[in-house]
């Protein structure tokens, strides 16, 4: 059974900063994409960033780029999420997810994602 352990979520204010952390297997944090969804009440899961296996690219979200940063911590087998200038909009429960991509066209796609961590809530106030 594969565990991804989300951390990092909490209240805050709007313009406010948080960051997300994931632990992962040494063997899937090594050799898979890393990435993270997020899902609103009554919304569907959706994507909002993903690391490719040797941090090398990175991808976003248009609602979230250049505000949010993905990134891998190797010494911890850790994927972070560094979020600035938060918005009410990003409120949500953010979801870890490690997957093969095939092909980077497919980043966004929850389908490519075989594990996932159990989530963390993330509430922005306005």
């Known amino acids: 059974q594969v565990q991804l352990v989300e951390s990092g979520g909490g209240l805050v204010q709007a313009g406010g900063s948080l960051r997300l952390s994931c632990a992962a297997p040494?063997?899937?944090?090594?050799?898979?994409?890393m990435g993270w969804f997020r899902q609103a009440p009554g919304k569907e899961r959706r994507f909002v960033a993903a690391?490719?296996?040797?941090?090398?690219?990175?991808y976003y979200a248009d609602s979230v780029k250049g505000r949010f940063t993905i990134s891998r911590d190797k010494s911890k087998n850790t994927v972070l999420l560094q979020m600035h200038s938060l918005k009410f909009d990003d409120t949500a429960v953010y979801y870890c997810?490690?997957?093969?991509?095939?092909?980077?066209?497919?980043?966004?796609?929850?389908?490519?994602?075989?594990?996932w961590g159990q989530g963390t809530q993330v509430t922005v106030s306005s």
């Open positions: 997810a490690a997957g093969v991509v095939v092909a980077d066209t497919d980043v966004t796609d929850i389908d490519e994602y075989n594990y």
């Open positions: 040494g063997r899937i944090f090594s050799t898979y994409y």
């Open positions: 690391i490719n296996w040797a941090g090398t690219s990175v």
